[in-house]
């Protein structure tokens, strides 16, 4: 048989479905609605507001919950706010805002359209004016920090020197250093490097402030860890390749890194790959590299041939190569490199597999973050900002999209320093930039105080005496 029969013959088995069949289909989609894919997060959120939208028609006597969606005129939708503030705790205007966000979104999956502009115009309006009036909503603007290079020095120059803090092994020393330094050199959001789990009452305790906000009937209970590949969206070996190039003149070849994040977020709408290039840097606190290469060696994630960091700086790459790429074991690809610590009967140790949970991540933010004298703990957000910062300085336009992993360019405008980059008095008087200063008032490094107290031991006497019997400490007692 020729390869033409072989081709035809493929053609002929290949069922063609009917007219008839086309005819159907279109049936259906016309009256059916295209679901958006939306993110785990996205379907708690919109799940918890569609619990608080049917709470509501219950309580007006209105059983037929989603045909009063679909009818939904703008006065319901405002009167629908005004029940959520009447029954909860919600004291800021963004807290409001946020609640109507959401029932837009369940208004667009259930209705497949959206709310009339005119509406939704009206409804902003009510909330702005009247609703904020009524209930004396705070409308105050939280300040975004940004941390620049000399912030995240000083944090590093404490977690390596003067840290005192005890951590339940070395490692996860080693990877709170990782996590700091790989956020600032690639921008990226948390959920890329560390696993953010799946879980309605954290997203709306994210969203909403307290998760006491929540009745108790409506959270779920946290999911047990399941190995499964579609779980495993965090950072692992696999994404990572450490690779040599040559160096004929020096001691050894260099030695650097590619970073392939692909967890980032739209990565499951729009698939595109995003790898970060790194290299071995001369101040030991900024070298990522070798931070990669110490938990490699703890995981045993090297093939067989690299036993030791001399087995790594005594290779050189040969002619006619060009690079020469550092292997991982085939079992330690789907391994997270930074990884949850977890109690066993010889004490608390590194999970093997289960991967750092961000409420772990932060918790070690905040503790470092008072340990080193900051009066307000840093946050992840506070790195991405600071590197978004630096490449615009830098790079071109489309370049920091890429990075910042935004579609439209206005996106980075919610990203800036609110303090302006630009010394406008001295633009205006016509004389020389005081740049120096003005980088150092508009980061974190000037709030710093190492003297403030990090420990209860720190307190003075007489505080801790009162401490004792703070009502608050009492009632939790």
């Keep these: 048989m020729t390869a033409s029969d072989s081709y035809a013959s493929r053609i002929k088995a290949k069922i063609v479905p009917s007219p008839e069949y086309y005819v159907q289909r279109r049936r259906q989609l016309e009256k059916s609605i295209i679901q958006k894919r939306h993110a785990v997060s996205t379907k708690n959120n919109i799940e918890y507001i569609k619990r608080k939208w049917i709470k509501h028609c219950d309580f007006l006597g209105k059983k037929e919950y989603l045909k009063s969606l679909h009818a939904a005129k703008k006065e319901d939708v405002m009167i629908f706010l005004e029940w959520i503030l009447h029954n909860s705790k919600i004291k800021k205007f963004s807290s409001l805002h946020e609640n109507w966000r959401l029932w837009c979104q369940l208004y667009r999956k259930a209705v497949g359209r959206s709310l009339h502009a005119k509406s939704c115009q009206d409804i902003n309006d009510y909330m702005n004016k009247d609703l904020v009036e009524r209930f004396n909503l705070d409308r105050s603007v939280e300040e975004k920090p940004v941390m620049n290079v000399d912030d995240l020095y000083i944090v590093l120059h404490y977690h390596w020197t003067k840290d005192t803090t005890p951590y339940p092994d070395g490692r996860q020393i080693i990877q709170l250093a990782f996590v700091l330094l790989v956020s600032a050199y690639t921008a990226s959001r948390p959920g890329a490097l560390v696993y953010v789990e799946k879980n309605e009452q954290t997203n709306v305790q994210h969203f909403f402030g307290s998760v006491n906000q929540v009745d108790a009937t409506e959270t779920e209970k946290m999911d047990e860890w399941d190995l499964r590949d579609e779980d495993l969206k965090t950072l692992c070996y696999g994404q990572i390749s450490l690779i040599l ?6 001691i050894r070849d260099h030695l650097v890194m590619e970073v392939d994040l692909k967890h980032t977020k739209g990565h499951d709408k729009r698939p595109k790959k995003k790898i970060f290039l790194m290299s071995e840097v001369k101040q030991p606190f900024f070298d990522i590299v070798m931070l990669v290469v110490a938990m490699a060696f703890l995981d045993g994630a090297f093939e067989s041939r690299i036993r030791s960091i001399e087995d790594i700086f005594a290779s050189r790459v040969e002619p006619p190569r060009y690079s020469l790429q550092l292997r991982f074991v085939k079992e330690k690809l789907n391994v997270p490199i930074c990884r949850q610590p977890i109690s066993t009967h010889c004490g608390i140790s590194t999970h093997e597999i289960k991967p750092l949970k961000y409420h ?24 991405r900002r600071g590197t978004g910062e630096a490449v615009e300085k830098t790079a071109p336009l489309p370049l920091l999209q890429q990075v910042m992993g935004h ?15 630009s010394h406008v008095q001295a633009a205006f008087l016509g004389i020389p930039s005081e740049d120096a200063l003005m980088n150092i008032l508009s980061h974190q490094s000037r709030y710093i105080d190492p003297r403030a107290p990090s420990h209860y031991d720190d307190l003075p006497a007489t505080t801790r005496a009162s401490l004792s019997t703070h009502p608050e400490i009492v009632g939790l007692q």
Aim: proline fraction near 9%; hydrophobic fraction near 35%.
């Design 360 to 383: 772990t991540y932060l918790y070690y933010l905040e503790r470092l973050s008072f340990a080193v004298g900051m009066p307000r703990a840093m946050k992840p957000y506070d790195l």
């Design 407 to 421: 579609v439209y360019a206005s996106t980075f405008q919610t990203y800036m320093n609110q303090r302006v980059q």
């Design 245 to 250: 190039l040559p160096n004929p003149g020096g």
